[in-house]
């Protein structure tokens, strides 16, 4: 990618430092382009920033009880760097500590700006580079960068806030009510009555670990509107900690990356082509282990069919587990209204609570919440159409690392972040200095997910559209977009390429000014 180097942007008299590639996040996918970048594209330059106090992204924002992966750990984790540790499905400090120690180790924690928030970026494409706007610190000091390529790791939920419903008097309710996207460090729910409302992956975390252990709470009710598919998964991958034993460390992760792989894809299928024999399955495994007297039908026999919302994992079973111990129970029913001491549902019973839990769900928030601006127009992700899942049409340099819905979200953006490196070697090869996705304008538009729950149908009209075909359409298959991303070609028709002007053609730098 070419960039003139003795040229430095300036606003009035402030110097702007500028780097080859800004990644914005320092989670999963952040440290993935990162080591990515500095393998495959030694020559450029590039920094990170991070809008919170430490690295980590999700794994280090939830710190609710249990808080855990709900994919293995051979695909959660990067390709370049084996997962070790005996569990398969690991805990959120385990996750958070293989991300540090993999910055860490290949120096990519020294790129890191902590407290930077990206707000807006505008691109000229005069110049060839986004001028980014940020917030730095408590005090929310402002601060310019330019980058030739922005490269968005932030994931497509708010940090900031979750969801949480206007349920009718709330606020009688005289205990803790709480949201696991904020979770108290000081709650105490020893011997307490709890109740977690929402079924989802929080839900079914949150439920066997607050009815376990030395702070148990007396005990924790689930209520939910609607079921949801829940699976058992073993938490330690026995063939792969035999075959680490027997095999060099990165072939033995290898092959059960791949194992795993394979697994998640042929379940995926078998539940899609085949819902009722996958629901068969599922309920025969949970009626095992919760006894044949359970009401199965009323609490696990979703409206929907497997995968139109993400299927949850539970770890050796350990909701069924803490239901048929009686340590919990679950309601499926609709709130009424709260009171003083719990929880009024339509059916016209009563949930006694000491403390609530709202694990109601996210707030998307694609790019978080980031302004764009392209040669002085603000950009309308609803209007943009999303290029392999990467790239946003009509938007020059840039890439957003965004996983998968059905398997893990590393497994995605390695991919992408292997596209990204590609991509820019093509264009530093062929003296390009910028790159933008132009869709077909008869392309057929769809929804960008096709999931039914409720924080996707709450922001689809707000996101970007995919196609209906490649390469706009979003598979969800691993061994597809291996062959696209990571084999395929990156000369796309779909794809603009320009060179920047000689400096002397150029006019001056000039971007809008946004304190």
């Given at each position: 990618m070419?960039?003139?180097?003795?040229?430095?942007p300036r606003l009035g008299e402030i110097s702007v430092e500028h780097v080859d590639v800004l990644i914005v996040g320092a989670g999963l996918s952040g440290i993935s382009a990162a080591w990515h970048l500095q393998t495959a594209c030694a020559g450029l330059s590039y920094a990170i920033v991070e809008g919170r106090e430490q690295m980590g992204g999700t794994w280090d924002l939830f710190r609710y009880p249990g808080?855990?992966?709900?994919s293995d750990m051979y695909t959660l984790g990067y390709r370049f760097r084996p997962w070790r540790n005996a569990k398969a499905i690991a805990d959120g400090p385990s996750i958070k500590a293989y991300i540090e120690d993999t910055a860490h180790e290949f120096g990519i924690d020294r790129a890191i700006r902590y407290r930077h928030r990206l707000v807006r970026a505008e691109w000229s494409s005069a110049d060839a580079r986004w001028l980014v706007h940020l917030e730095v610190g408590a005090d929310r000091t402002p601060l310019r960068l330019s980058c030739g390529f922005l490269y968005s790791c932030a994931g497509y939920y708010d940090y900031g806030q979750g969801y949480t419903p206007a349920w009718p008097g709330a606020s009688d309710f005289v205990g803790p009510l709480v949201h696991p996207q904020h979770w108290p460090a000081d709650l105490d729910y020893r011997g307490k009555r709890v109740v977690v409302i929402g079924s989802g992956?929080?839900?079914?975390?949150?439920?066997?670990?607050?009815a376990n252990g030395d702070r148990a709470a007396a005990h924790v009710t689930m209520l939910q509107r609607s079921p949801t598919y829940?699976?058992?998964l073993p938490s330690v991958d026995t063939v792969a900690n035999a075959l680490r034993r027997v095999l060099p460390s990165k072939l033995a992760y290898a092959i059960s990356r791949w194992k795993n792989v394979a697994r998640s894809m042929f379940y995926y299928s078998i539940a899609r082509s085949r819902p009722e024999t996958f629901k068969k399955a599922l309920r025969t495994d949970a009626t095992a282990q919760l006894g044949a007297d359970?009401?199965?039908e009323e609490h696990?026999?979703?409206?929907?069919?497997?995968?139109d919302e993400r299927l949850c994992m539970?770890?050796?079973g350990d909701l069924f587990v803490a239901l048929r111990e009686q340590r919990a129970s679950i309601v499926t029913d609709t709130i009424e209204r709260f009171d003083a001491?719990?929880?009024?549902?339509?059916?016209?019973?009563?949930l006694d609570a000491d403390i609530i839990v709202a694990a109601t769900g996210l707030r998307m928030s694609l790019l978080s919440g980031v302004t764009l601006v392209v040669d002085g127009a603000v950009v309308d992700l609803a209007q943009c159409m999303t290029y392999k899942g990467m790239m946003l049409s009509d938007v020059p340099n840039m890439a957003a690392a965004v996983g998968y819905t059905n398997a893990s979200w590393t497994l995605k953006c390695d991919l992408i972040a292997q596209h990204v490196c590609r991509l820019l070697n093509y264009m530093g090869a062929r003296g390009y200095a910028q790159v933008t996705p132009r869709r077909d304008p008869s392309m057929t538009e769809t929804p960008v997910f096709d999931f039914t729950s409720g924080y996707v149908q709450r922001a689809l009209a707000h996101l970007p559209k995919q196609g209906d075909r490649a390469p706009w359409k979003l598979y969800q298959n691993y061994v597809k977009d291996l062959f696209s991303l990571r084999h395929g070609r990156v000369d796309d028709p779909a794809l603009e390429f320009r060179t920047v002007p000689a400096p002397s053609q150029r006019p001056a730098l000039e971007f809008a000014a946004h304190d």
């Amino acid at each position: 990618m070419l960039r003139d180097s003795n040229s430095t942007p300036r606003l009035g008299e402030i110097s702007v430092e500028h780097v080859d590639v800004l990644i914005v996040g320092a989670g999963l996918s952040g440290i993935s382009a990162a080591w990515h970048l500095q393998t495959a594209c030694a020559g450029l330059s590039y920094a990170i920033v991070e809008g919170r106090e430490q690295m980590g992204g999700t794994w280090d924002l939830f710190r609710y009880p249990g808080i855990r992966s709900d994919s293995d750990m051979y695909t959660l984790g990067y390709r370049f760097r084996p997962w070790r540790n005996a569990k398969a499905i690991a805990d959120g400090p385990s996750i958070k500590a293989y991300i540090e120690d993999t910055a860490h180790e290949f120096g990519i924690d020294r790129a890191i700006r902590y407290r930077h928030r990206l707000v807006r970026a505008e691109w000229s494409s005069a110049d060839a580079r986004w001028l980014v706007h940020l917030e730095v610190g408590a005090d929310r000091t402002p601060l310019r960068l330019s980058c030739g390529f922005l490269y968005s790791c932030a994931g497509y939920y708010d940090y900031g806030q979750g969801y949480t419903p206007a349920w009718p008097g709330a606020s009688d309710f005289v205990g803790p009510l709480v949201h696991p996207q904020h979770w108290p460090a000081d709650l105490d729910y020893r011997g307490k009555r709890v109740v977690v409302i929402g079924s989802g992956a929080t839900a079914v975390t949150l439920v066997p670990a607050m009815a376990n252990g030395d702070r148990a709470a007396a005990h924790v009710t689930m209520l939910q509107r609607s079921p949801t598919y829940i699976a058992t998964l073993p938490s330690v991958d026995t063939v792969a900690n035999a075959l680490r034993r027997v095999l060099p460390s990165k072939l033995a992760y290898a092959i059960s990356r791949w194992k795993n792989v394979a697994r998640s894809m042929f379940y995926y299928s078998i539940a899609r082509s085949r819902p009722e024999t996958f629901k068969k399955a599922l309920r025969t495994d949970a009626t095992a282990q919760l006894g044949a007297d359970f009401p199965f039908e009323e609490h696990f026999s979703p409206r929907y069919q497997p995968w139109d919302e993400r299927l949850c994992m539970v770890p050796d079973g350990d909701l069924f587990v803490a239901l048929r111990e009686q340590r919990a129970s679950i309601v499926t029913d609709t709130i009424e209204r709260f009171d003083a001491t719990g929880i009024v549902l339509q059916s016209g019973a009563h949930l006694d609570a000491d403390i609530i839990v709202a694990a109601t769900g996210l707030r998307m928030s694609l790019l978080s919440g980031v302004t764009l601006v392209v040669d002085g127009a603000v950009v309308d992700l609803a209007q943009c159409m999303t290029y392999k899942g990467m790239m946003l049409s009509d938007v020059p340099n840039m890439a957003a690392a965004v996983g998968y819905t059905n398997a893990s979200w590393t497994l995605k953006c390695d991919l992408i972040a292997q596209h990204v490196c590609r991509l820019l070697n093509y264009m530093g090869a062929r003296g390009y200095a910028q790159v933008t996705p132009r869709r077909d304008p008869s392309m057929t538009e769809t929804p960008v997910f096709d999931f039914t729950s409720g924080y996707v149908q709450r922001a689809l009209a707000h996101l970007p559209k995919q196609g209906d075909r490649a390469p706009w359409k979003l598979y969800q298959n691993y061994v597809k977009d291996l062959f696209s991303l990571r084999h395929g070609r990156v000369d796309d028709p779909a794809l603009e390429f320009r060179t920047v002007p000689a400096p002397s053609q150029r006019p001056a730098l000039e971007f809008a000014a946004h304190d």
